[in-house]
């Protein structure tokens, strides 16, 4: 795991874990009209599938403020369900702080199987981090946040690095797919030993 890297596991703080350990924005917080919604932007492609995320951000001003942190929500649903949609409720009031968020998509495991999943979300980072100048975000400061099956997902993302073997095909390929703070919100990671116990139940 890349020491820089901050991983929690937690069941009920996540809203104050990033702002804990990371610190707040140093853009001033806006004000509820000054937060917008960007639905289904296209992040990434493959055989075809098109991967689409919502951002949720701060209105851009003129002149810019300084590079903003970034939290991307990766949502739950056993790998097989679930959407992005439930991210924007989630990540509006850090928004109104002064974050960059989205909230992204990945392929379900009835359509890819693993590792397709991860290699949709690592393809999500490295996206942000092509687009860093156009959206003035921070590429020191990507954290993620997912819950469940998307909590797996993001703590594989914080301890899998630049691990090529997971890196996918969907575009964006020179930048990393490294984050600096992972958010596991009860989020399985003994796969084998949850197969196990599922047997003998």
Request: charged residues 20%; aromatic residues 10%; positive net charge.
């Amino acid at each position: 795991m890349d020491t820089r890297c901050c991983i929690l596991s937690f069941g009920c703080i996540a809203a104050a874990a990033f702002l804990s350990i990371w610190g707040a924005s140093d853009a001033q917080p806006p004000s509820p009209d000054d937060v917008e919604v960007l639905r289904d932007v296209p992040f990434g492609k493959v055989n075809g599938r098109v991967l689409t995320m919502h951002i949720v951000r701060p209105k851009p001003t003129s002149p810019a403020v300084k590079p903003m942190p970034v939290i991307v929500w990766i949502h739950g649903g056993a790998w097989i369900g679930g959407s992005k949609d439930s991210g924007i409720p989630l990540l509006l009031p850090f928004a109104k702080r002064g974050y960059f968020c989205a909230s992204i998509s990945y392929r379900f495991s009835k359509e890819a199987k693993f590792p397709a999943q991860i290699e949709d979300c690592k393809c999500a980072i490295r996206f942000l981090r092509a687009k860093a100048k156009e959206f003035n975000i921070d590429t020191e400061r990507i954290g993620v946040w997912g819950e469940s099956a998307g909590g797996h997902l993001a703590a594989m993302l914080g301890t899998a690095g630049d691990v090529k073997e997971f890196e996918g095909s969907g575009g964006w390929e020179g930048f990393s797919s490294r984050v600096s703070a992972v958010c596991d919100w009860f989020g399985p990671s003994d796969l084998l030993g949850q197969a196990k116990r599922s047997r003998t139940c």
